[in-house]
């Protein structure tokens, strides 16, 4: 298989699941349906192992590092400012396509059996959610936003005590340096757990689902490919100089993977050598903004999907929205992305923008079915905005090599990305 190129084994994965999936269905094949299913699982456990260690040592580190970027606080800065600008846009897309689709107009599900979720996101939750009151608690309850606080935290600790903080710096260095390699041996599994996540979907939901929530299927796949195929290449060419048809050829193995995966963290790896060494990005600076995005940065599952799915809601529930409602679900899309944290899944999301709107928090178990086949588009639209960035910032900071941009994509090898110089001292092995 070394000979297929990895983008090609994914590909593969899909049309073999897709057709086991569709052949358990229509042949009542529960034995397939099973294997499917706990292939599909243990794929995205293995997926979930890798999350705290790596979201924890590659924040503290991509912290740590803004010691080597000359203009540190004004990089951040950009790219924070990019970010939000970005999640702006994408959801007001997301709030027109809905106005214009109308995803609940005529649509009859029966309401009285929709039940809350366990999980329901509000901003004293959100707020209050983001220090941990117990670290293990937050590593082994799988807190993302906690686990992203305290490696914020500590790196920033860090960065002020200086040559004291090497010795730890060194280890985070060298776990989160193991922990993408594990992870990449997990991501070359990718192509068998394609085949189970996408046959178990097809299998499980077959295509009876899609008829009372086609629009909201067409609309956030509709909208997300707007953003994809619209939104970044226009800033891509206009902002970066960078030619987008080059861009997605250097990208497309972290966009492929975070559709099939459904985990932006899962994806950081080949995310962040994608960035440096297909995109020609600073190494230095990719170290801060690419796991940085992987935790912030959601245009799919933090912008677009959920404006349409809260005007779903309000229709289906014959709730009015006005210009107010608009205007706070871009609030709550601009400022509460982070929600996401980078796993698999908006529901913490949605249910911030409901709760925040007043809507009916059952809407959430009206979408559930259909949430995994979204999952795909949102997650690649994810990763795909976590990559902009980067390159629009390092294109304004003089940060970007046209070499690299440009030479021929080389397929992705096994080894991790080198971590960036520690400061004062020689490159990293």
Same mark, same amino acid.
């Given at each position: 298989?070394?000979?297929?190129?990895?983008?090609?084994?994914?590909?593969?994965?899909?049309?073999?699941?897709?057709?086991?999936?569709?052949?358990?269905?229509?042949?009542?094949?529960?034995?397939?349906?099973?294997?499917?299913?706990?292939?599909?699982?243990?794929?995205?456990?293995?997926?979930?192992?890798?999350?705290?260690?790596?979201?924890?040592?590659?924040?503290?580190?991509?912290?740590?590092?803004?010691?080597?970027?000359?203009?540190?606080?004004?990089? @951040?800065?950009? !790219?924070?400012? #990019?970010? &939000?600008?970005?999640? /702006?846009?994408? $959801?007001?897309? *997301?709030?027109?396509? =809905?106005?214009?689709?109308?995803p609940g107009q005529g649509v009859t599900l029966d309401?009285?059996?929709?039940?809350?979720?366990?999980?329901?996101?509000?901003?004293?939750?959100?707020?209050?959610?983001?220090?941990?009151?117990?670290?293990?608690?937050?590593?082994?309850?799988?807190?993302?936003?906690?686990?992203?606080?305290?490696?914020?935290?500590?790196?920033?600790?860090?960065?002020?005590?200086?040559?004291?903080?090497?010795?730890?710096?060194?280890?985070?260095?060298?776990?989160?340096?193991?922990?993408?390699?594990?992870?990449?041996?997990?991501?070359?599994?990718?192509?068998?757990?394609?085949?189970?996540?996408?046959?178990? @979907?097809?299998? !499980?939901?077959? #295509?009876? &689902?899609?008829?009372? /929530?086609?629009? $909201?299927?067409? *609309?956030?796949?509709? =909208?997300?490919?707007?953003?994809?195929?619209?939104?970044?290449?226009?800033?891509?060419?206009?902002?970066?100089?960078?030619?987008?048809?080059?861009?997605?050829?250097?990208?497309?193995?972290?966009?492929?993977?975070?559709?099939?995966?459904?985990s932006s963290v899962g994806t950081l790896p080949v995310?962040?050598?994608?960035?440096?060494?297909?995109?020609?990005?600073?190494?230095?600076?990719?170290?801060?903004?690419?796991?940085?995005?992987?935790?912030?940065?959601?245009?799919?599952?933090?912008?677009?999907?959920p404006a349409i799915a809260a005007i779903f809601v309000?229709?289906?529930?014959?709730?009015?929205?006005?210009?107010?409602?608009?205007?706070?679900?871009?609030?709550?899309?601009?400022?509460?992305?982070?929600?996401?944290?980078?796993?698999?899944?908006?529901?913490?999301?949605?249910?911030?923008?409901?709760?925040?709107?007043?809507?009916?928090?059952?809407?959430?178990?009206?979408?559930?079915?259909?949430?995994?086949?979204?999952?795909?588009?949102?997650?690649?639209?994810?990763?795909?905005?976590?990559?902009?960035?980067?390159?629009?910032?390092?294109?304004?900071?003089?940060?970007?090599?046209?070499?690299?941009?440009?030479?021929?994509?080389?397929?992705?090898?096994?080894?991790?990305?080198?971590?960036?110089?520690?400061?004062?001292?020689?490159?990293?092995?």
């Amino acid at each position: 298989m070394k000979r297929v190129s990895f983008s090609l084994q994914l590909l593969l994965g899909l049309v073999v699941g897709a057709a086991l999936g569709f052949a358990a269905l229509v042949w009542n094949l529960e034995w397939l349906s099973g294997v499917l299913t706990e292939v599909g699982n243990i794929f995205v456990q293995l997926l979930r192992l890798a999350v705290a260690p790596l979201v924890f040592t590659a924040v503290v580190v991509s912290v740590a590092n803004l010691r080597n970027v000359g203009n540190a606080a004004r990089l @951040a800065g950009k !790219t924070l400012l #990019w970010f &939000l600008a970005t999640a /702006l846009i994408a $959801v007001v897309v *997301g709030i027109v396509l =809905g106005l214009v689709i109308n995803p609940g107009q005529g649509v009859t599900l029966d309401t009285s059996g929709a039940e809350a979720p366990e999980r329901v996101g509000s901003w004293v939750d959100f707020l209050t959610g983001i220090i941990p009151t117990n670290v293990v608690t937050a590593f082994s309850e799988l807190n993302v936003l906690q686990i992203v606080f305290l490696g914020v935290v500590l790196g920033a600790a860090a960065l002020a005590i200086g040559e004291k903080a090497e010795p730890f710096l060194t280890l985070s260095r060298s776990i989160l340096e193991l922990v993408q390699k594990a992870l990449w041996w997990v991501i070359r599994l990718a192509p068998i757990g394609t085949a189970g996540l996408i046959g178990k @979907a097809v299998a !499980t939901y077959g #295509w009876d &689902l899609l008829g009372p /929530l086609a629009r $909201v299927s067409l *609309g956030v796949y509709v =909208g997300c490919l707007i953003v994809l195929l619209a939104v970044y290449p226009t800033l891509l060419a206009l902002v970066g100089k960078v030619n987008p048809v080059t861009f997605f050829r250097n990208a497309w193995p972290a966009i492929e993977l975070a559709f099939v995966s459904r985990s932006s963290v899962g994806t950081l790896p080949v995310t962040q050598k994608v960035t440096i060494e297909r995109l020609g990005v600073d190494r230095d600076y990719a170290a801060f903004a690419v796991p940085f995005g992987a935790t912030t940065k959601m245009d799919g599952c933090a912008s677009v999907y959920p404006a349409i799915a809260a005007i779903f809601v309000a229709q289906v529930y014959d709730i009015p929205l006005g210009l107010g409602e608009y205007l706070l679900i871009a609030f709550v899309a601009v400022v509460g992305s982070a929600a996401t944290a980078g796993l698999t899944g908006a529901i913490v999301m949605l249910t911030l923008t409901l709760s925040t709107l007043g809507l009916p928090l059952e809407g959430v178990g009206l979408l559930l079915a259909i949430d995994p086949i979204l999952d795909m588009i949102r997650t690649a639209t994810n990763v795909t905005g976590q990559i902009v960035v980067p390159v629009l910032v390092a294109r304004s900071e003089n940060r970007l090599d046209d070499a690299v941009l440009n030479a021929p994509p080389q397929p992705l090898d096994s080894a991790p990305v080198a971590p960036a110089r520690p400061a004062g001292g020689s490159a990293a092995a």
